[in-house]
């Protein structure tokens, strides 16, 4: 994880650099899925909010529930959730461009006043592709995505999980484990626009990768 990679992996299409993580421990809810999916979804969101040590928690003063998945067969479907759209801006607008673009998932954030994650809502809509993937590499995917803001660029030619190969469980890749981790560092800022932010987490994340590399 150089420090070139990571300043790219949060400097956004228009070329400003957008770091931030999460501010407060994470209350998630899951709406579209049967109980033993469930389960496995909750589990996986524990096992990645552990790499920032993010606490999990049943309520968050502010909003309920800030980590909100939904899943739904068509998008059509979330055009009835009560209040959604006073959490989505414009909500009618752009259910109508997924459904154009053919999107099958969409992520929004919103900030603290002080610029730390809030609100995490994902949509995933369980088209051919998406219902192949088991769900919780899915979901493992899903809170990588999460966990930082990272670039609207970002991952696009790689994914940021791996499977374990003997057992099919489904991780963060390595280096971006690593660098999940650094971010989280309580010494960092929660928030930057200085790309030189890029080269602190680097080196933090090579550091941790080097002692993995020495326990193995």
Known sequence: MTPEK????????????????????LAPV???????????????????????????????????ANLLVFFVQDWTDLAGVP????????????????????ANQYRSFRFDEGGAISLCILFLRMDAELADVPAQ??????????????????????SPVAQVTDSGHAVARPDVAALIRSAYDPVLPAVSHDPAHAHRLAARAGLLLGDLADEL
Do not use: C, Y
């Open 6 to 25: 990571t300043e790219r992996l949060f400097t956004r299409s228009d070329g400003s650099f957008h770091f931030a993580r999460w501010g407060r421990p």
């Open 30 to 64: 899951v709406f579209g899925t049967d109980d033993a999916t469930l389960s496995i979804l909750k589990d996986t969101i524990r096992e990645v909010a552990s790499l920032g040590d993010l606490r999990l928690t049943d309520a968050d003063p502010e909003f309920g």
């Open 83 to 102: 209040n959604l759209d006073r959490l989505i801006p414009d909500m009618a607008a752009l259910l109508d461009r997924l459904g154009q673009a053919g």
């Open 137 to 158: 590499t899915l979901m493992t995917a899903q809170m990588v995505l999460s966990m930082l803001l990272w670039s609207d660029t970002a991952f696009q030619s790689e």
